[in-house]
């Protein structure tokens, strides 16, 4: 099946106390979205990416997307106020029924046996969200009181969230919710069942200081 990568890259990344947008800061001398571009570029030759990001940063993406020297497999479109609205822009150029990955452009460290794994799955049953079983210990709090709860029961939801594209698109269709944090959230209000894989617990997301420097040690040289 024809195969396209959503990489969603238009949030404004201000938790990392920059002024530019995580996606661009260097990991190793390359900025992270290079990282990201290229997993999905050597995971399968017939692979095209769509690439979202903030208006303002299109040409900054094109620069990096022209240092992978696979341009031609690179589509842009600027994001929107929501990573919903990011991901909906850029579902409307997958103009083929496809599996579609829609990946954080911030998780550089993806491992194309998990873009594999999360293919194989969603092409077998229309959708694959991959997870990793929580390490700390977890408490739900409720406003007079918190409550420990069975960690093992708790998944904590990785990308590349991958689907069917037709299934997807009719998911998108549905008015936007607060609680869209993430497409199998939008997938599973449109009645669909989504179905885990095991994530990896190197495919961090960078959001922290912190974590970049843990992606430094963790790249492979
Ligand atoms: O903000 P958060 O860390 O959840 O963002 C996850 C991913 O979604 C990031 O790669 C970010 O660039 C992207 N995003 C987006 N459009 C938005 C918000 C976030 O593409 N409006």
């Given amino acids: 099946m024809r195969k396209f990568a959503i ?71 600027s994001g929107g106020d929501t990573r919903y609205q990011s991901v909906k822009n850029g579902l409307s150029l997958v103009k083929h029924p496809s599996i579609v990955f829609v990946h954080d452009g911030v998780r550089c460290m993806v491992s194309q046996e998990l873009i594999r794994r999360c293919y194989i799955t969603a092409a077998e049953k229309g959708n694959a969200i991959p997870a990793v079983t929580a390490a700390e210990s977890i408490r739900i709090e409720s406003t007079d009181k918190n409550e420990s709860i069975d960690r093992r029961q708790v998944k904590i939801i990785q990308t590349p969230q991958t689907f069917h594209s037709e299934l997807l698109r009719a998911a998108f269709e549905q008015n936007y919710e607060e609680n869209f944090t993430d497409e199998a959230a939008v997938v599973e209000k449109s009645g669909i069942r989504i179905h885990l894989v095991e994530g990896d617990l190197s495919n961090i997301k960078i959001t922290l200081p912190a974590d970049l420097l843990l992606a430094e040690h963790l790249l492979p040289s």
């Avoid at 001398?29 to 299109?58: C, M, N, Q, T």
């Avoid at 993406?61 to 031609?72: D, H, L």
């Fill in 7 to 77: 990489i969603v890259a238009a949030g404004s990344g201000t938790r990392m106390g920059n002024e530019t947008p995580k996606q661009f800061l260097l990991l190793r001398g390359k900025p992270i979205l290079y990282y990201s571009l290229r997993a999905f570029l050597d995971a399968y030759d017939d692979l095209e990416i769509i690439l979202v990001l903030p208006e303002a940063h299109i040409e900054a993406g094109k620069e990096i997307a022209q240092s992978t020297g696979a341009q031609q497999r690179i589509q842009f479109t």
